[in-house]
């Protein structure tokens, strides 16, 4: 199983940016998906996450949507607002039902870089 993210790069404070990220792969099915993101010196956090519930990171909710395309195996991250605090790597994972076991593991993405910056 791969995750492939796409999408990251230098916006101007309050621009926008769309994120991709798309698992691929031998797989049963692919279950919670989400968007973490990290910087320098700090633990990656969670900013939005897709999977029984819908929930965000106080800091981002009302500027970040996370949508999915389950025919594609695709988590998105629609973000607005950006501010140069949303400077990050960010990082897809997924939680996905292998075969032929069935077992449930744990799968993250490259990790694509947001510059905000004016």
């Known amino acids: 199983v791969q995750l492939q993210a796409s999408g990251g790069g230098l916006v101007q404070p309050g621009g926008s940016l769309r994120l991709s990220c798309a698992a691929s792969?031998?797989?049963?099915?692919?279950?919670?998906m989400a968007w973490y993101r990290q910087t320098p010196g700090k633990q990656r956090e969670l900013v939005a996450n897709?999977?029984?519930?819908?929930n965000y990171a106080d800091s981002v909710k009302g500027r970040f949507t996370i949508s999915r395309d389950n025919a594609k195996n695709t988590v998105y991250l629609q973000m607005n607002s950006l501010t140069p605090v949303d400077t990050a790597v960010y990082y897809c994972y997924a939680a996905v039902t292998t075969m032929p076991t069935l077992n449930v593991y744990s799968y993250w993405g490259q990790g694509t870089l947001v510059t905000v910056s004016s």
């Open positions: 897709s999977g029984s519930n819908t």
């Open positions: 792969g031998s797989f049963f099915r692919v279950n919670r």
